[in-house]
């Protein structure tokens, strides 16, 4: 079984993290794709909402596309690095990971616990991202890893087999994030 990895904050879900599900989908042939929501990103400020309401916000979010299931791991695993991630899905021998991120992560991704081992152990599947993607393409793991680069014009999921592999998806970009509806919902709170 073909699946997604869509880690984050989710401070809040947004139409943009749907529309990559969605993409990620139809071009990979993916069963199914996990959002995994963390209640604190290593590389960013602790996050005020509760992982409960992030939970019901990814819910609503989703709305009918059945094929995306919301989970919190950090419980399970007792840790909130992604590579800790990777190594518990991993022991389902059954499923075959792509990991999921917008451009704007793999500007640091160089920063994450044990960054060459991800990059090393499953595909990549960058989406490109309003004010980001040149940045991300002269970002230092791009640099490290251009030579597994795969063009993304007509590529499969079987063209990221052998790893060290990743792309970057020619999606529509949506022109939102989590950081500016926090920001517009704060503005609000405070005029009233």
């Known amino acids: 079984m073909k699946i ?15 529309a990559i599900s969605k993409e990620a989908k ?17 590389l960013k400020a602790e996050s005020k909402t509760p992982i409960s309401k992030k939970i019901k916000d990814c819910k609503k979010i989703i709305g009918l596309n059945s094929f995306i299931k ?12 992604t590579i800790d991630l ?20 793999l500007i640091n991704f160089h920063k994450w616990q044990n960054a060459h081992r991800i990059f090393n152990e499953i595909p ?7 004010g980001y993607n040149e940045k991300a393409l002269k970002s230092n793991i791009a640099n490290f890893y ?7 014009k007509n590529i499969r999921a079987n063209h990221l087999n052998h790893t060290p592999a990743w792309t970057i998806i020619q999606n529509k970009e949506i022109k939102i994030s989590s950081t500016e509806i926090r920001k517009q919902r704060e503005q ?3 005029k009233d």
């Open 146 to 152: 251009k030579n597994f680069k795969i063009n993304s």
């Open 26 to 42: 139809r071009r990979f042939k993916l069963e199914k794709i996990i959002w995994a929501v963390t209640k604190k990103n290593p």
């Open 70 to 81: 919301v989970k919190f791991y950090e419980n399970i695993i007792k840790s909130n690095k």
């Open 188 to 190: 609000l709170r405070s």
């Open 86 to 105: 990777i190594n518990y899905l991993k022991k389902d021998k059954k499923i075959e990971i792509f990991f999921l991120m917008g451009a704007d992560n």
């Open 4 to 18: 997604g990895i869509l880690g984050g904050s989710f401070d809040p879900a947004h139409k943009g993290h749907l």
């Open 124 to 130: 990549i599947v960058v989406f490109r991202r309003y």
